[in-house]
């Protein structure tokens, strides 16, 4: 049963092949089993997921089962949850039970999906290894000395580790494209705006957005048609109709414009990734698209830009946790200076605090102009060449991440070599473009994957592209050597 | 050293909306502590403002009551600081691109003359919440319901020259945003707050001085006290040769003095940046418009149609549309009983002092407009006499409310029967051979002094109740 | 640009995050590092280029003045470390 998409779990079960109670017990018994090897999972909802499961079941003994009445996923533990509790990773929030629901995974619950759990995660979303979470790193499961990538490092390793047949991500600098690269998996971080951000705990409020993890481009655009739409608890949320996207999955892609940005495969690129990748594109080739070569003539200078406003939003999005109303409060404080500094200094994690740093540093009087401004400046320019090059090309393609899945500890002490290995997602999350990563290949037994950028809204685009690629490769089936 | 003061003021009023700024839960005054404090109002993880349209509108039509420029494009900031009364560890407030620009109001000085005072900006804000500090066993209690409340601030330009004429602009600001029906401007329960910048510099000196900030002052009469006390400090501190301190100030009402937060000196950062949270709020053109048509009668336009209509001054005229509610009762009044001079002159006088005598506000008067207005048509159809009034009105102040059956009762008709009077008049002069012999002797200039004599006579023979104007007449003809 | 340990300190006041004595170096190392990388922002030109802080440049939304949320003090201070009468509790704020 684990080995099916959620397109063949929604015929199985409207098959009657077999219930969701009996298909929630068995992901049930996988975590159980497997995930100490992993640590995907911060909190199993065991118990109510089981709940919710018989209740599924009843709506489709009734005959009142919608699509995806008893199928399982996982969410990252950033979401809040009306009694699961959510922790984004942090001791901050290690206790931490929201008293409402994110709209994300209100809609899950709306069209009668199961929680399985919430998923593991670097802390606050900050990093790019889920080395950073407080409840410890997550292994991949392609090779468990090996991390995940992240921030949805255990969204991507659970379902990697097929503990889920599906999971939602964020991705506010490649924070669902890279995890999904490294885990082999497919991830779409959508069009800024498409996804409701209320309940979503904050990193950076203009680059985060929402998207599905999952094994296939079809099971992410039937996952998608679940978690995008308009929100009015969302001022930042986009009012515009969302397309049924799995309609389009199925159309050719003859004429298809293909652009690869020459900076994204300039140094630092492994040889290896890039040879995957250039197999990929002819695959593309094949199926009828043209390729040229493109120019994003200002992504060197998105790693520093983001690397500016990230930490700045960052700094102030996470000053509400002070140990007045909720969240971790330090012991016996000597006065309110001490109760603030001691609370959020034993509350934060390492990499949290550097960026809260570097975040507050860049607004402060006198580095304004020459931090925060300077980096707008540069995300206009970023956004331009992007603007540019979709006059020429229908989709742009590139690595999504430098190399395969690094040693965990290797980049633990080097912050600005961890930040380099987003150097070909973060534009993306400047820009505010739907982008994706699916795997595209194996280098030394582990995943690569192929990242495709689309314009503005053009999910459905990326999906199919993704979709074709699927019909005629195996990639998105190969299945870790260790697994079971 | 002759010295003048150079003060600017913030003013914030609480907008009166249902529901908060950003957020659905109420604003009404006086709840239980934190029941009207919802999610977004405390800064839970995750949750996200959306901004109140009432806001707007009401920021806008303050805008175009001071003539001032909107902003059609105004953008939402962070201001960075902790304080337990602020959730999120910052204010959303508007610095770079306020809703409302460069604008002006006019003012009016005791020496009948107006001045106009510029006004900086004006812009959105949420209040933050209350810090409690009686003892919750040495530990300070905190109140959030206020956290969120829409805020206002109306900045102004150091161009105001003394206390006076800061509360003059407060009472005009304070008039302005009650006409609009903005706010309550219920300066007792905070919905307006003024923190007064006040420096000092020698007489001609173009250069400003150093400035002291006072904080939170909450009526007219501490507005003026404080910055009273605070040009004198600031004298004193320069006259001993010391140097004044740029630092926030708090008044103190009941010892009358200002004295300074240290505990709060620490130069804050405040780390504005546009808040990620919120897009840009544009004004359209046609939105524009539509707040323009919609506007009340401004306080400047009532004064300049009693001006025009009611040939009032144009000190009178500001005096009386300060306020609405004051403006409708002159004008009803005024209408009723056909002499608006005379409306004018006991709103002023009468009415003014009573209300002040007693702390009243017009709207809590016990008179009302039309009781005033048919006593004031006794006096002009001489039923009764300037005296007679001032009596009735005593009797209708202390809650009579028949102004007819007053003037009855206490007998304040005036004798207008000229047998009567003449009667009273006949035997004045037999009393009185002596200063009649005077008179006769004396030419029309002197004659016009001593006729006073004898009407006073008259009409303490009278008790008051003779018209002074006919009992002049009269004596003129038996004297002549 | 030069970061010093009285810098970071001070930055380290404005976040109100206590840093340990023994990490105030490597602190200070590390966010030099990263601001060097940060520095490499500076080599373009970016006169008359407008900041951009939202990527689909929208307009704000406006809600109707409605009140929508009840009250849930409970509820919501059953997660608070302390709290009294209603209030949440910090340590005496000095006036």
Redesign the interface.
Known sequence: MHELTIAELVQGLADKKFSSVELTQHYISRINQLDKKYNSFITVNEDEALNQAKQADQLRANGQANQFAGIPVAHKDIFCTKGIKTTCGSKMLANFVAPYESTVTEKFSQANFITLGKTNMDEFAMGSSNETSHFGSVCNPWDTKRVPGGSSGGSAAAVAAQLTPAATGTDTGGSIRQPAALCGITGIKPTYGRVSRWGMIAFASSLDQAGPMTRTAEDAALLLNVMSGFDCKDSTCVDQPVPDYTESLNQPLTGLRIGLPKEYFSAGIDSNVSKAIHAALDVYRQLGATIKEVSLPHTALSLPAYYVIAPAEASSNLSRFDGVRYGYRCETPENLEDLYKRSRGEGFGAEVKRRILVGTYALSAGYYDAYYIKAQKIRRLVKQDFTDVFNEVDVIMSPTAPTTAFNLGEKMDDPVAMYASDINTIAVNLAGLPAMSIPAGLVDGLPVGLQMIGNYFAEAKLLQVAHQFQQATDWHRQRPTALD | MQWEAVIGLEVHVQLA???KIF????TAFGA????????VD???????????????RMAVMFGLGIHAHINQTNIFA?K?Y?Y?DL????QTSQMDLPIVGKGYVDIPLDNGEMKRIGVTRAHLEEDAGK???ED?H???????NRAGTPLLEIVSEPELCSAKEAVAYLKYIHGLIRYLGISDGNMAQGSMRCDANVSIRPKGETTLGTRAEIKNVNSFRFIEKAINFEIERQIDVLEAGGKVVQETR?YDSERDETRS?R??EEAN?Y????C???????ISDEDLRAIKEALPELPEQKRQRFMDKFKLSEYDATILTEERETAEYFEQVASQCGDAKLAANWMMGEIAARLNKNNLEITESPVPADRLAKLLSRLKDQTINGKGAKTAFEALWEGADDVDAVIEAKGLKQVTDTHAIAAIIDDIIAKHPEQVEQYKAADDAKRKKMIGFFVGQVMKASKGSANPGQVNQLLQQKLS | MALDRSDVEGIAHLARIAINEQDIENTTATLKDILHMVDQMQAVNTDNIEPLAHPLELVQRLRSDEVTEANQRDHFQQLAPQTENGLYLVPKVIE
Request: hydrophobic share 40%.
């Open positions: 909306t249902k529901s957020s659905g839960a109420s239980e502590p934190n029941t009207q404090a919802c999610a405390l800064g839970l993880p995750g949750v996200l403002p959306v901004l109140n349209a009432e806001v707007v962070r960075n902790f337990p959730p999120k560890g910052y810090s409690l500090h919750f040495g530990m300070t209690g905190i109140d959030l708090l937060m505990g709060k950062d780390r504005y940046f546009p990620p949270d919120l897009l840009p709020v544009v």
